[in-house]
């Protein structure tokens, strides 16, 4: 999946670059390198079976939704003002959002090595034990 965000990504950024940047640009490149991070880190907590670079993971991910809803705000007000940016806008969007989709499954991947390890359930953005620990029945009993 996320190759296919990979390939969607390259197409918009083709288009976007045969044309003057927005001046978004640089967000969506703030928005690509935590992208880029999350990716490395995900696979190294995978491989490692690390739960504290997971949940940093986690976190990271809120980051990146923030960014994006930043983006999304900022890119619909340009639109308004210069309709002549939404061709490049409405790549710019996709391209943060295929990012944020990125993003979403480092998130899966993390999740995923925390219930690994520990047996916790983290989803839907749930941190800490006291949501999801997984326990089996009659494992603590005497």
């Known amino acids: 999946r996320m190759g296919d965000h990979a390939v969607s990504i390259a197409g918009r950024a083709a ?5 003057q940047p927005l001046e978004s640009a640089e ?3 703030r928005l690509a390198m935590k992208v880029r991070a999350m990716v490395k ?3 190294g907590a995978l491989i490692e ?4 670079t997971a949940r ?5 991910d809120d980051e990146v939704d923030a960014l994006h809803r930043e983006m999304y705000s900022v ?5 308004r003002e210069s309709p002549q940016v939404v061709g490049r806008a409405v790549n710019a969007l996709s391209v943060s959002r295929n990012l944020e989709r990125i993003a979403d499954l ?9 219930f690994m390890v520990s ?7 749930v941190l800490g034990e006291e949501h999801g620990t997984l326990t089996v029945p009659g494992e603590d009993e005497d």
């Open 15 to 19: 288009k976007l670059s045969q044309k």
């Open 27 to 29: 967000d969506i490149n």
């Open 41 to 43: 880190l995900s696979l």
């Open 49 to 52: 079976r690390d739960v504290a």
């Open 56 to 60: 940093e993971i986690c976190a990271m």
């Open 75 to 79: 890119l619909k007000e340009q639109m």
């Open 106 to 114: 480092c998130t899966n991947i993390a999740e995923d090595v925390i």
């Open 119 to 125: 047996g916790e359930v983290v989803r839907h953005g």
